[in-house]
């Protein structure tokens, strides 16, 4: 573990709500995490339409529920929401599994790749043709799961429960980042965060994010992020806090 003197800094772009799993983490590496925001979250604008959504989504066969966020919207939508028994649920990741196990819902996360392309290999999606699958997140994001679901031949049921919507940092949290003297890496899981970042932060912030290490996680969000300036740029093992954090940890101490 670094020593106190050195005491790494570790930019947290997660947004506000779902960020705490991921400062745990920085802290547990003995390093300090700074906030920068790379997305709000917000309720789905017509919370009415977004009801009826789940409700339509009884009829489906299989729910793919996205994100923690999504677990948060979608229970603040439909307390006590549970899916029919004969529902299977998947979550993109163990996180949004854990999520889903808190409010009593049992959900299959892939073991390894906790992404688009680990969740597409499970083998409830490998042959879904004639299913109703409902896919319970937010508008854009997670791209590649409906088109490739739907030429799989599955009919794909949209469930908007939340937005994502640019950031609005404060002045402390931009001042933070320009202050950081000590190793510093940022924490990136997002490619809609890293256009964020990239397009709206003053010029010296960026600049200064563009100067530090950058933990990404995964290969195509490596290659959008050296588009966008960043040159040190490493992949963590997968997008889950510790991995991140892990990989950051190491860089630094890599000099």
Known sequence: MPSRELTPHLIVTRPALTAEAMRRA????????????????????????????????????????????????MRRLAPGIAPPAHTCVLAVGRGTARALGRIGIAAVAPDRREDSEGLLALPQLCDPAGLRIALIGAPGGRGLLAPTLAGRGAQM???????????????????????????????????????????????????????????????????????????????????????????????????
């Open 157 to 255: 049921l949209p469930v908007h429960v939340y937005r994502r919507l640019p950031p609005h940092w404060r002045r402390a949290q931009l001042e933070a980042v320009l202050a950081t003297r000590a190793p510093a890496a940022t924490l990136l899981s997002s490619a809609e965060a890293l256009g964020h970042l990239a397009a709206r932060l003053p010029a010296e912030v960026r600049r200064r994010l563009q100067a530090l290490p950058l933990i990404v996680s995964s290969e195509r969000l490596a290659a959008a992020a050296r588009g966008a300036g960043f040159a040190d740029v490493q992949v963590a093992a997968s997008p889950a806090p510790g991995a991140l954090v892990a990989a950051a940890l190491g860089r630094l101490l890599r000099g």
């Open 26 to 73: 920085v802290r547990r590496g003995g390093a300090q995490p700074l906030s920068l925001p790379g997305l709000a979250l917000a309720a789905a604008p017509d919370p009415d339409a977004a009801r009826s959504a789940l409700d339509a989504a009884r009829q489906a066969s299989i729910w793919i529920v996205t994100s923690p966020a999504a677990v948060h919207f």
